[in-house]
């Protein structure tokens, strides 16, 4: 029976095809797909979309399962299982200002605080739960951009070693939480053909655990 996975495009790609050499699941390198979009092998097929779009395959059952980083599924609201914290591809989401801003902790913020980002669900809830009246204003292109303009007052963006962020003048202020690469689920697939997904599961889960 052949079980589907969906793989990220992008800065996640290379973590989930060494984890799925390493489960014994498909041995692919990222020259041998070139274009290609969909392989199949040994029962197994990968699908390789935007990073965004796999929870969506995952939820209307294109893929039986899917490796997302956590960020994007904090901005999914679909039907998926969270299956496994596979421990790759590490970052935090953090709210960062312009170096010379006042804005520090949550005592300094403004009573309405003007952010840019592209995750502005996960950055709406998170002010919301802390009080904090915020305006956010969704960006698609680099956001760093937006304070040094006076768009903002600040922005919430995913960094693993602040690079960025320091090049441009941005320090961070708050931390709203951390991100990995992660397994997820369809509902369906892991109830009717359970043997199948949870052995290709099982397999992933020792990769992972094997990395650490």
Known sequence: MRVS?????????PGALKLLSRAG?????????????LVERSGVRVILVRPAD??????????DLGIG?????WESNGA?????????????????VPEESEIGGPETWPPLLRV???????????FEARGQAVEVVLLHGSVELAPQVGLVDGIVDL???GRTLRENKLRVAATLGSSTARLIGNQASLKTRTDAVQALVGRLRDGANDAG
Request: net charge positive; charged share 20%; glycine share 8%.
């Open 25 to 37: 699941v498909m041995r692919l390198s990222a020259a041998e797909l070139g274009r290609r979009l």
């Open 80 to 96: 998926h299982y969270e299956l496994v914290d596979l421990h790759f591809g590490p970052c935090r989401l953090v709210l960062a």
């Open 54 to 63: 796999v929870p969506a395959y995952v939820d209307y059952g294109a893929a």
């Open 69 to 73: 980083g956590k960020d994007v599924l």
């Open 5 to 13: 996975i969906a793989l990220p495009t992008g800065a996640l790609l």
């Open 116 to 126: 840019a980002t592209k995750l502005p669900r996960t950055t709406a809830s998170w």
């Open 159 to 161: 960094t693993a070693t």
